[in-house]
T-cell receptor
């Protein structure tokens, strides 16, 4: 069964450093998302991406964040200058079509900012 | 934007009993309501979803009901088993056009099945 895959599974970075989290969505999916989950808390929407552009972003997704789909398969989340409060599990998700279809989640990248 | 409230935060039931988790949402434009199960350290996985043109949906031991007037929806698990122990999240999507609408999640319910 196709899966959304994310790399790395765990990333430790120094405060102020840039990180890039990588995702390979399911190949025939058209809609892509990033979510984050601070330990023990709910999953929070960051950004959605469709047709090579951002469709929607939350207030969490400020100027420190950016997304790219550089080569038609990878979907990346960049955090320019990490803060301690960016420590969380980051999940990528993809959907085959739009509203009302299942979002498939990757296994997550645990980001630890020290 | 959308706000989803979920109750209870923790639910402990005896194996074989039923469990009910309730959510309310704020945006009357929301029309898709999935439920995700998350086991410790793993990804959220969809267990059932419902769209606003349906009042109830059932899949074996799991059912979801939706009351659009009251803006609430509930997950029902019957004949609970130890493997049902996990955190359950409800979610709603609010329409912003384009179809790439992010999900707004509730805070989760930690379901504990007592043997």
């Amino acid at each position: 069964e196709p899966e959304v895959t994310q790399t790395p599974s765990h990333q430790v970075t120094q405060m102020g450093q840039e990180v890039i989290l990588r995702c390979v969505p399911i190949s025939n999916h058209l809609y892509f998302y990033w979510y984050r989950q601070i330990l023990g808390q709910k999953v929070e929407f960051l950004v959605s991406f469709y047709n090579n552009e951002i469709s929607e972003k939350s207030e969490i997704f400020d100027d420190q964040f950016s997304v790219e789909r550089p080569d038609g398969s990878n979907f990346t989340l960049k955090i320019r200058s990490t803060k301690l409060e960016d420590s969380a599990m980051y999940f990528c998700a993809s959907q085959p079509r739009g509203l009302g279809t299942e979002a498939f989640f990757g296994q997550g990248t645990r980001l630890t900012v020290v | 934007g959308e706000n989803v409230e979920q109750h209870p935060s923790t639910l402990s039931v005896q194996e074989g009993d039923s469990a009910v988790i309730k959510c309310t949402y704020s945006d009357s434009a929301s029309n898709y309501f999935p439920w995700y199960k998350q086991e410790l350290g793993k990804r959220p996985q969809l267990i059932i979803d419902i769209r606003s043109n349906v009042g109830e949906k059932k899949d074996q031991r799991i059912a979801v009901t939706l009351n659009k007037t009251a803006k609430h929806f509930s997950l029902h698990i019957t004949e609970t088993q130890p493997e049902d122990s996990a955190v359950y999240f409800c979610a709603a999507s609010s329409q912003s056009g384009g179809g790439a609408d992010g999900l707004t999640f509730g805070k989760g319910t930690h379901l504990i099945i007592q043997p």
